[in-house]
Every structure is written in C-alpha cells, then in structure tokens.
C-alpha cells in the first residue's frame, strides 16, 4: 500500500462537528427494540472464553449476548436498538463486549446506566450509548424505536422521551468509527496509513 | 439548582459557563499522568501519526511500577520511556527510586486544587485529597490527549458522604472506607463522583485525607472529592515554592502569596447541589476492618479475623506508604521483633519518605524489630517484585486491592489493613489488633 503524504498535523483547538457529519451517522436511528434488564455483564455480552480465540467481526458478532439471549445473535437485524436496565456493561474491560454489538449493526443502547469502562469504550469504539431511563422503563422487546439525534429525543409507543445532549466529541468519536481514527481526523491524518499499533496490553 | 464539584471542576476544565451531570464535555487536563506504561502508550500515540506531543507541559511521568528493574525486558521498558522523555522535551520526569507517581505528584505539588488530572493508572482518584478532580483512564485515550490536549468526559452524578463525630483510638481512614466499601459493595459508588463532607473527614490529617481517595477507586467511582481547607493549602503552598520559587526574597511573603492563588482555585460544591444519593455515617461507631480475600468488598470486623496466621505483612504503596504510616508501624514494633516464620516488608511511597523515616528514627526501629526496606515505588503491590508472596502464603498488606492473583500468586491469601494492623499482625504472626500489643 502507497502511503499518502500526511497533511501536517494540529488543526487547532475548536472542532465542531458539522450538521452533516451527524447526518452522516444518521441523525435518525429507526429499529427495533431487544429489551433486557439490570446488571447485564461483559461476560454474557461476550464470554471471556473466546477473548482471544476469536478475531474476525464476522465471528465475534455471531457470538453476541450468546449467554444471556441465544436467539439475539441469529436474529437481531442491523439497526436494531438494545434497551437495557442499570449498569450495563459491568465487569471486564473486554473491548469484544462492544464491538460484537457494533459488528452485529446494532445501531445504539440505551440504558438506564452504564459500567464507566464500558461507556468510555463504547464511545471510543464507535457505538452509540445514551442514558434514558424512562425510555428504558417505557420500552418492550420487538417496539419500535425512533433514536432523534439533532433533537435528542427518543420516540416509542407514541411519546417521546429526551436525553441528555452527546457532546460534538462523542458524535464525532462515534461516526469517525472510534477514537483513534477520530483524532486522525481531526488532526487532518485521516487517508493516510495507520502505523501498526503495538501491544497497547 | 446548585452545581456539585464534579460539575464545577469539569465546567472549567471544559472551559464552559456550567454543565450537568449527564453531559458528555470535551475536558483539558491541566496535567497527564502515566508511568512504566509511558512506552506502549506513545506506541499508540505513534500510531495515530504524530511525532510531536501537543501538551509536554503539562505531562508528567514517572517509573515506579517495576523499580530498579527486575529483568532486562523491564529495564528496557525504562530505556524506552526515558528517551521518549527527552525527545518530546518533558520536563517533569521522576527516575527511578523518586516514588509513587500518586505521592511523587502531591509532594512536588503539580496537581493544584479545582484542577483535573488524568492518568492511564486507576487510583488517579488519589487526588481528591486536594480538592482535585482525578480520573483514571485507557491508554489509548492518554495518547489522544497527548495528541489534542483535551479528552471527552461524561460529566459523572455525585454521591454525597458525610461522616460525623470522631474516628475512636486506633481507627483510621482506611477503616473508614473499607467500612463504606463493605457496606456498599465494589460497584456502590459506580461512575459517581463521591464527595466526603462532614467533621470526621474535615479533621482528619492530611496523610489520613489522602488514603481516602484512592480507595475510592475499589468502589467504581470516577473521582473522589474532599473540601480542600487551610492545611491542604499550606502544603501546596510550601511545596510549590520550594519546586519553583516566586521572586519574592522572604520566604513568609512568598509561600503567602502562593496560598493565596492556591486557594483561589479551590472548588467547593453549592449547598442546593443535587447529589444521585447522599449517605451519613457516625464515625464513632466504625471498628477496625479487615478486607479479605478475593475482594475489597469482602470486609470483615478485625475481631472476626483477628488469629489467622499470616507469612508477610507488607507496608507501603500509594494507599498508605507514607512518613506517618511507617511512624504508625515503628510504634507498634518498638523493642520487639517480628514473629518467627513471618516477614516485614517496608517501601516507603517515595524517596522524600524514606529520608524524613531515616531521619526521625523509624526506619532504624523497623530494621531493629527485622524488618526487610525496598527502593521506593510500587514493590509487589501489583505482583511484579520485590517481595510477592508464594504458593499457599498470606499476606496482610496497606495496599488498596486484594483481587486474586493481585500479587502475582493466584493461590496466595491477600488481607487489606491499616498500618498499625499489618505492624501487630508482623509481630504476632497472626493478624492482630494493635491497641492489644502491649
Ligand atoms: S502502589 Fe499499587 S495501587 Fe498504587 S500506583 Fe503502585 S501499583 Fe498502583
């Protein structure tokens, strides 16, 4: 591969994210809803036993939240929405427990609340996770859901449920596809190479 | 609406007028906190494509995790961080033997009240202890901030604990949050900010205020805040003419002048603030605890465990390896030795400790009563060296975490305790009640 000339690097301190960046993540989410409850653990999101037999997306999508609902991996569709209860994501800080979700299409979770590492790494990996309640405790498997991105508002059985703004960082993190490529976006190295990343351990 | 600390702190960091918890903020550190991992973190820095760090001022990094070096791999992970230093021209390096990075940024006074520091190390909660917003984070995330300066972060709900009365003889800071941890489970505080008010947190000591936030990390919080008050100020004030002197001839007018813009800095939460839940302990009635193995959250009153035999007992870490811990400890074993069939481990949290223990008299009375000194830093806290236990063995430690395996034997026994606990239990060979020795 030829490597590109990088262009040079701080764009400066201020990077908004455009309307149609957010367009470009889908400034609405429509899908359906695959209801679960609290305390649901990385483990059962993706079992620790294929942390590092298992590589390519195809193979740790088809694994996806094997333990806690068997049907989902065969049956969730890209776009679909995981509602959840508290605390989603506790345990392990396995990256495969989002990016099964994300390689599987699932378009977003909205919970009740997130374990931190999870949340840091679901937004770094480029999956988007917004903290609704009351959306959570409105919301049944199979609904459909409508996720408002310009309005920050949730649409299910026919009301509507806000949530708390994502900031243009975490936007941009998500539609850049995660954090890395994010940062070599906003420093203008996006196109170019990306050097082989060491064991980050 | 009143704002809490977290919001407060998280507001300037952002550089906006106020934020909510809930928000997600794009938030500059004031300092960037990394260590042994320095190396395979500018692996990743590298690989986003840059050469030049955006922020070497406000990077601090430190060896401590695995020093002197046990092996040649190790040695060669310093290799690589030293020359990284030097090439990206970061001036606050701290070498080997300095200290641990929690106790050697305190010390040197470069994490100030109202800032927020992250560091690719979990118990970057440590700096509540000043009034400070500490997180820990990823290391792919510390490469994107030495990249841009800045990093995304949710703004966290606060939890609010106020402790009243008075810690009784003996009891101390360490009791206190394995009392809060064993009550509340390890995920009790999950992602919040936890903030400590009330008369038992607010005459504390400072060495005593510091172990406070650093266990909050064993109770899933982001950061952990106490009201930051005159002597916090004076520490900070003191140190950091010492590190960078003002251009003032007199000492007083000097070490005045920086309390003063220290003290502007500080951040203290409004009384109408909204807290996700606020929790209210008597400290009179907490006892001395015990976590035991393999969990922080398996807390347990000493009385219950007190006879069990132990093999090690290891003072030091970042959690309670200082001057008035070692004091605490040379106390209990004055004119006695430690038992038969038992070791004394000692590592002063940093080299500022070792020599002020020196000079007061401790470490002699230590070494006296058979105990065994390393290089200040990390030891076998987290299982690399200098002092882990074997196969079967169980250790009473000062450190923060007693996980399987923590130590670097699966099959070892880890108890958490204060420093007059592990200095009884080295002495009787059992884990003991200090107020009991003699
Ligand atoms: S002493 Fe232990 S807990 Fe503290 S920084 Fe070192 S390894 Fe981490």
Avoid at chain 1, 162 to 170: G, I, K, Q, W, Y
Avoid at chain 2, 65 to 73: E, G, I, L, N, S
Avoid at chain 2, 213 to 242: I, T
Wanted: aromatic content about 6%.
């Amino acid at each position: 591969m030829t490597r590109r000339k990088q262009r040079g690097g701080w764009q400066g301190d201020k990077v908004s994210v455009s309307q149609s960046e957010i367009k470009n993540l889908q400034s609405k989410i429509v899908g359906r809803v695959w209801k679960y409850g609290d305390g649901v653990n990385t483990d059962v999101i993706f079992p620790g036993k294929y942390t590092y037999s298992v590589k390519e997306p195809d193979e740790i999508a088809a694994h996806a939240l094997e333990d806690l609902d068997p049907k989902f991996a065969t049956a969730a569709r890209p776009g679909d929405v995981i509602v959840a209860g508290r605390n989603w994501g506790n345990g392990s800080s396995r990256e495969q427990a989002v990016t099964a979700l994300k390689y599987k299409g699932i378009a977003a979770v909205v919970a009740k609340s997130f374990a931190r590492i999870y949340f840091r790494n679901g937004i770094n990996q480029g999956l988007l996770l917004i903290t609704c309640p009351e959306a959570v405790e409105a919301a049944r498997s199979g609904d459909a859901i409508e996720i408002d991105l310009n309005n920050n508002v949730i649409r299910l059985t026919g009301r509507e449920y806000p949530f708390p703004p994502l900031s243009p960082t975490a936007l941009g993190i998500i539609n850049a596809g995660g954090l890395v490529a994010h940062i070599r976006k906003k420093l203008g190295l996006a196109g170019t190479e990306v050097i082989a990343t060491g064991s980050g351990d | 609406m009143g704002s809490t600390f977290a919001e407060k702190a998280l507001a300037r960091a952002a550089g906006l007028s106020s934020v909510v918890a809930g928000q997600v903020v794009d938030a500059k550190p004031d300092v960037a906190l990394s260590h042994d991992n320095t190396a395979p973190i500018a692996r990743i820095f590298r690989a986003i494509g840059l050469e030049k760090v955006a922020i070497p001022d406000r990077m601090c990094v430190t060896l401590d995790h695995a020093v002197p070096p046990p092996t040649p791999k190790h040695a060669q992970n310093h290799v690589e961080v030293r020359a990284f230093v030097k090439e990206q021209g970061i001036q606050n390096f701290f070498e080997v033997g300095r200290g641990i990075c929690h106790q050697v940024l305190s010390e040197e006074a470069l994490v100030l009240p109202g800032q927020l520091i992250l560091g690719a190390d979990s118990h970057t909660t440590h700096y509540g202890w000043l009034g400070a917003f500490g997180a820990g984070v990823g290391r792919t995330e510390m490469a994107a901030i030495w990249a841009t300066g800045e990093l995304w972060l949710r703004i966290p709900e606060s939890m609010k604990v106020v402790v009243t009365g008075r810690l009784g003889r003996g009891v101390t800071a360490k009791d206190l949050c394995l009392h809060l941890i064993g009550l509340l489970g390890a995920d009790g505080g999950l992602y919040q900010s936890i903030e400590f008010h009330g008369p038992a947190i607010a005459t504390l000591p400072l060495h005593e205020r510091m172990v406070i936030p650093n266990m909050m990390a064993e109770f899933g919080a982001k950061n952990a805040y106490l009201p930051p008050d005159e002597a916090v100020f004076n520490y900070l004030a003191e140190r950091r003419e010492r590190r960078a002197p003002l251009a003032v001839s007199d000492w007083q007018s000097a070490v005045s002048s920086q309390r003063a813009v220290i003290q502007e800095m500080a951040l203290y939460p409004d009384h109408d603030a909204r807290y996700a839940s606020t929790h209210i302990f008597n400290a009179d009635n907490i006892e001395l605890k015990i976590a035991c193995p393999h969990t922080v959250d398996n807390v347990r009153p000493l009385r219950e465990v007190a006879g069990t035999s132990i093999q090690q007992a290891f003072l030091g870490t970042c959690t309670n390896g200082r001057l008035e811990d070692l004091a605490a400890a040379a106390e209990i074993v004055q004119g006695k030795r430690v038992a038969a069939g038992t070791r004394l481990l000692v590592i002063p949290a940093s080299a500022e400790v070792y020599l002020d223990a020196l000079k007061a008299g401790y470490v002699q009375t230590l070494l006296e009563a058979g105990a065994v000194f390393g290089t200040p830093g990390c030891g076998p806290c987290m299982g690399v060296h200098m002092g882990v236990p074997g196969s079967g063995e169980a250790c009473i430690s000062t450190a923060n975490r007693n996980f399987k395996g923590r130590m670097g034997q699966p099959d070892a026994e880890i108890y958490l305790a204060s420093p007059a606990v592990v200095a009884a239990s080295a002495v009787k060979g059992v884990i003991a009640d200090p107020r009991e020795i003699e």
